[in-house]
């Protein structure tokens, strides 16, 4: 149980982080939601997946297929706009995945 709330409170504070640049830039609130509810699920499937590997690689995985289903419907509408989602996929899916990694492994025995 530990694990899925170090997954899930991880997940909220990168979603935060991830959100912030989206109001700034005044995008809809449907796609802030969306944004934020995928790094909380992003958190809890890194958390609780049994994939043996490195933290980081983990969490870029799982972000990336995680995000692929709108990243299509986003590419199909506004392919350009991909660029800076993948960036910040790939960065805040590391740190997410380096987070859990060491927490779960300093907190849950």
């Known amino acids: 149980m530990?694990?899925?709330l170090i997954g899930l409170g991880i997940?909220?504070?990168i979603g935060i982080i991830d959100v912030i640049p989206?109001?700034?830039q005044n995008l809809t609130w449907d796609a802030?939601?969306?944004a934020f509810t995928m790094w909380v699920i992003v958190g809890f499937f890194v958390s609780t997946s049994s994939l043996k590997l490195?933290?980081?690689i983990k969490g870029i995985i799982?972000?990336?297929l995680c995000l692929l289903p709108v990243g299509i419907?986003?590419?199909w509408s506004e392919p350009m706009s991909l660029i800076p989602i993948s960036i910040m996929t790939f960065i805040l899916g590391s740190i997410l995945g380096?987070?859990?990694n060491k927490l779960t492994n300093k907190f849950v025995k």
Do not use: L, P, T
């Open 32 to 34: 802030n939601i969306s």
């Open 11 to 13: 997940g909220a504070i």
């Open 73 to 75: 419907i986003i590419a």
């Open 2 to 4: 530990k694990r899925i």
């Open 54 to 56: 490195n933290g980081i």
């Open 22 to 24: 989206m109001i700034i």
């Open 62 to 64: 799982i972000s990336f």
């Open 98 to 100: 380096f987070s859990i």
